[in-house]
């Protein structure tokens, strides 16, 4: 057999230049792009380091223990990006989630989240705080992160056959710590937590009825996720895709589903309910269904670049005019005008123009700028 090898270019060297336009862009929470899109949702990754090395996120063969990641000089502060994220809000971000690489392998995380949680949307309302994890340190963390005034927690468990988890994680980490993870922010009050998890045809699908059968009842919401083709390190080919249609079909067979409402503009998952009354699962089908046309969610990387898609190609260095003494207005300027040009829609044109729709380059690295 000959042996895979996976071509990687560094995204984070890559940026484009973020400026403050000659005409002011006034932050009113207003702002819409090309597509009339608003801005609403923002995902900040606050580390390229992660514990778990899952081969559709960090493989091992390309992460491996010689992986430079970025320095903690290049990283933002917790003020620099409390500074960016109020901007954003300012513009009419509603919601914040923290994201990583592992968010909650970041020093002091819960320093930042007690930051974030005084911040206030332009109706002087709370801004929705969210983290991902792998749940790796969560117990731990739970009651800290709570009392710092994180709302709730999505956790990542993709399956519960331990072999299988271990294997997929690749690090040994087992399932039985995941489980007593989520207990222990259930009990914080980190809810209604969320439980992702990615499926790869012929590697854990076989999980998808024991994972819905578990967390049926227990008020956790359950999402599949499609395994999508992010970045160029995972290997991505569409024969492992397992459709939501055909993870739909396998519960509901089990265990009937009726579908219900988005919840919220722009939401990514498609929800349904188990027709006895035991809660939902969420179909996220990032490859055979886009959800482009609502999307109304920017990244901030680690090191301060906005990237305007999950697939995008470059992002806007932010930290430069950060670091290089920039006022509030200046900054949000440079963001609504940034925003005010979008047109991403990758996975609308994925179907007819084929799986690479950019420019050049290879797309950023999910493990970068977080799921």
């Known amino acids: 057999m000959s042996e895979r090898?996976?071509?990687?270019?560094?995204?984070?060297?890559?940026?484009?230049r973020a400026a403050v336009p000659a005409l002011p862009v006034a932050a009113t929470g207003l702002v819409a792009d090309t597509l009339g899109r608003p801005l609403?949702?923002?995902?900040?990754?606050?580390?390229?380091?992660?514990?778990?090395?899952?081969?559709?996120?960090?493989?091992?063969?390309?992460f491996d223990k010689d992986y430079q990641y970025l320095p903690h000089a290049a990283l933002l502060s917790f003020e620099e990006i409390t500074r960016l994220a109020r901007q954003f809000v300012a513009h009419g971000?509603?919601?914040?989630?923290?994201?990583?690489?592992?968010?909650?392998?970041?020093?002091?995380?819960?320093?930042?989240?007690?930051?974030?949680?005084?911040?206030?949307?332009?109706?002087?309302?709370?801004?929705?705080?969210?983290?991902?994890?792998?749940?790796?340190?969560?117990?731990?963390?739970?009651?800290?992160?709570?009392?710092a005034g994180l709302h709730r927690v999505?956790?990542?468990?993709?399956?519960?056959?331990?072999?299988?988890?271990?294997?997929?994680?690749?690090?040994?980490?087992?399932?039985?710590?995941?489980?007593?993870?989520?207990?222990?922010?259930?009990?914080?009050?980190?809810?209604?937590?969320?439980?992702?998890?990615?499926?790869?045809?012929?590697?854990n699908d076989n999980q998808i009825l024991p994972m819905a059968r578990h967390?049926?009842?227990?008020?956790?919401?359950?999402?599949?996720?499609?395994?999508?083709?992010?970045?160029?390190?995972?290997g991505w080919r569409m024969d492992e895709v397992l459709p939501s249609a055909e993870v739909r079909r396998l519960i509901d067979a089990?265990?009937?589903?009726?579908?219900?409402?988005?919840?919220?503009?722009?939401?990514?998952?498609?929800?349904?309910?188990?027709?006895?009354?035991?809660?939902?699962?969420?179909?996220?089908?990032?490859?055979?269904?886009?959800?482009?046309?609502?999307?109304n969610r920017a990244r901030l990387s680690t090191e301060g670049k906005l990237y305007l898609c999950l697939f995008a190609h470059n992002g806007y260095d932010l930290r430069a005019l950060l670091r290089g003494g920039a006022d509030d207005a200046e900054l949000a300027s440079a963001i609504g005008h940034i925003w005010q040009g979008r047109g991403d829609r990758y996975s609308q044109l994925r179907g007819t123009l084929g799986a690479d729709t950019g420019s050049g380059g290879r797309r950023v690295e999910m493990s970068y700028i977080g799921g």
């Open 254 to 295: 089990e265990l009937p589903l009726v579908q219900l409402d988005p919840s919220a503009p722009g939401e990514t998952a498609e929800r349904w309910a188990y027709a006895d009354g035991g809660g939902e699962v969420g179909l996220i089908s990032s490859v055979t269904q886009a959800f482009c046309g609502d999307c």
């Open 5 to 16: 090898v996976i071509p990687l270019v560094d995204q984070r060297l890559q940026a484009l």
């Open 215 to 234: 967390f049926k009842g227990t008020g956790t919401v359950l999402r599949f996720i499609e395994y999508m083709d992010v970045g160029a390190s995972n």
């Open 93 to 147: 971000v509603r919601k914040i989630r923290l994201t990583g690489g592992e968010p909650l392998l970041r020093k002091n995380i819960e320093v930042l989240v007690e930051q974030l949680a005084q911040l206030r949307t332009v109706d002087g309302e709370p801004v929705e705080l969210t983290l991902t994890t792998n749940g790796s340190l969560l117990a731990r963390k739970a009651k800290a992160l709570k009392a």
């Open 154 to 203: 999505t956790v990542s468990l993709d399956g519960l056959d331990d072999a299988t988890f271990r294997a997929m994680n690749d690090v040994d980490f087992p399932v039985a710590d995941v489980l007593n993870a989520i207990a222990a922010a259930r009990d914080a009050g980190l809810g209604p937590i969320k439980v992702n998890m990615v499926v790869k045809r012929g590697t």
């Open 40 to 62: 609403r949702d923002l995902r900040i990754s606050v580390t390229d380091r992660c514990n778990f090395r899952c081969s559709y996120c960090m493989p091992k063969e390309v």
